[in-house]
Nanobody, 119 residues
Framework: QVQLVESGGGLVQAGGSLRLSCVVS????????MGWFRQAPGTEREFVAS????????SYGDSVAGRFTISRDNARDTVYLQMNSLKPEDTAVYYC????????????WGQGTQVTVSS
């Protein structure tokens, strides 16, 4: 069973930065595409970013492109989300997720970490 544990959330002022981490255990980390999603109260879950198995290919949601950076360290079984120029609308619970390249949907999810951006 794959387990994902996020950390790094917290309270930050608008314009500030945070780095989220997600440690994966239970399977070979570099088998999986890794993604970050977020969900604010009363809204649907939103795609934030993804990274290919090697990290060479990344993708971002329109609302975070240019401000957030996803990266992964396969030696540490960890994926990161560097968030810069944070805005109040970035406030949400952030989840990391993993999927095999052959599956459409993300298969494994972390428990989430709260990010709150004050104005």
């Amino acid at each position: 069973q794959v387990q994902l544990v996020e950390s790094g959330g917290g309270l930050v002022q608008a314009g500030g930065s945070l780095r989220l981490s997600c440690v994966v255990s239970g399977r070979t980390f570099n088998w999986y595409i890794m993604g970050w999603f977020r969900q604010a109260p009363g809204t649907e879950r939103e795609f934030v970013a993804s990274a290919s198995e090697s990290g060479a290919r990344t993708s971002y949601g329109d609302s975070v492109a240019g401000r957030f950076t996803i990266s992964r360290d396969n030696a540490r079984d960890t994926v990161y989300l560097q968030m810069n120029s944070l805005k109040p609308e970035d406030t949400a619970v952030y989840y990391c997720a993993a999927k095999r390249p052959t599956t459409r949907d993300y298969e494994y999810w972390g428990q989430g970490t709260q990010v709150t951006v004050s104005s």
